[in-house]
């Protein structure tokens, strides 16, 4: 047991802390209401501006899906180009629209445990974009599927369309930005996991002070 005196402004105060093996110690703590988690243990997590973050995830992930059907009802059934063949419009577009629908929700309720879910998905986007990133470049690198011609493949797309350069640069142009989309999905990503692991170890910290102030202190005249 520890006590403590201070005096401000005229008053005397006594602090006294009362040990866990205090029986005092079980009685105050079944008494004692469990905190809240307040707007300051997520304010780190606030200046990210979580609805933003979650709102460009929202719409990239929007054009992901519509570029992932108009692209795969237009290529032809037999040859499809690494992107669409991959899938990666569709399981990148939907993962960012539930971490963009976790990052708006995140911004309406103050729930600790909902930043942990969104650094876990912010997580799962850091990587998936980093996967579909380098699917694009391959595409970029390699000819228009279907051009290679041999005995046991014969040439599966129209001769003009290979020999097109017009239609290689039109490909490449449109995995360029594709690309270019990826790294504002990463960078969103990266900044909403940085400052939700910011606000997990803030609320922790202020979790154990608020715990040892269980003990309201005791004052003796």
């Known amino acids: 047991m520890a006590t403590t005196v201070t005096e401000s402004g005229g008053v005397r105060i006594i602090t006294e802390v009362i ?5 005092r110690a079980a009685q105050l703590a079944s008494s004692s209401v469990r905190p809240t988690v307040s707007s300051f243990q997520v304010s780190g997590f606030r200046r990210a501006q979580p609805k933003v973050l979650g709102t460009i995830h929202i719409v990239t992930g929007i054009i992901h899906l519509c570029f992932g059907v108009i692209l795969t009802c237009a290529e032809n059934n037999h040859v499809l180009s690494i992107p669409v063949a991959s ?13 963009g629908s976790l990052l708006v929700e995140s911004e309406k309720r103050e729930n600790i445990l909902l930043v942990k879910v969104c650094c876990v998905a912010n997580t799962t986007v850091i990587l998936s974009t980093l996967v579909a990133m380098l699917i694009h470049m391959v595409a970029i690198t390699h000819s228009i599927p279907g051009c290679s011609s041999s005995a046991s493949m014969p040439l599966l797309v129209r001769q003009e369309w290979c020999s097109s350069a017009e239609t290689k640069a039109l490909s490449n142009g ?15 990503a990266v ?18 002070v608020r715990l040892l102030r269980r003990l309201p202190p005791i004052s003796r005249p």
């Not at 040990?19 to 029986?23: E, F, K, L, R, Y």
């Not at 449109?174 to 969103?188: A, K, M, N, R, Y």
């Open 87 to 99: 899938g990666v419009f569709f399981w990148l577009g939907v993962l960012l629209l539930v971490s």
């Open 19 to 23: 040990s866990a093996t205090d029986p």
């Open 191 to 208: 900044a909403a996991l940085a400052f939700g692991c910011t606000a997990i170890k803030q609320y922790s910290y202020t979790r154990m």
């Open 174 to 188: 449109f995995d360029s930005i594709l690309v270019l989309f990826g790294l504002l999905e990463f960078c969103t």
